[in-house]
């Protein structure tokens, strides 16, 4: 089968060389202001909704991000 690293794109690389707690700290208030910007636009939910709404919702996908990373890393590994 080939090098395994080839094929993979090398910011992907470099985000699953990351600790988990830097890709929590990086990934966390990207996810909070998204899901907060969503929760205000689109769902049109009250002000102080959107900023629990973001908060929880953005911690629950960055705890999401950091798993799918720590599987796909053991993959490679």
């Known amino acids: 089968m080939g090098d395994p690293h080839k094929s993979v794109p090398r910011l992907l690389l470099w985000w ?5 707690w830097v890709q929590l700290v990086i990934s966390f208030p990207i996810f909070a202001v998204l899901t907060l910007l969503i929760n205000i636009g689109p769902f049109s939910q009250p002000l102080g909704r959107s900023i ?6 953005g911690a629950v996908l960055s ?3 950091a798993v799918a990373t720590a599987t796909e890393r053991g993959k490679r590994r």
């Open 16 to 20: 699953e060389s990351l600790e988990t």
């Open 52 to 57: 629990f709404y973001g908060l929880f919702e």
């Open 63 to 65: 705890g999401m991000l």
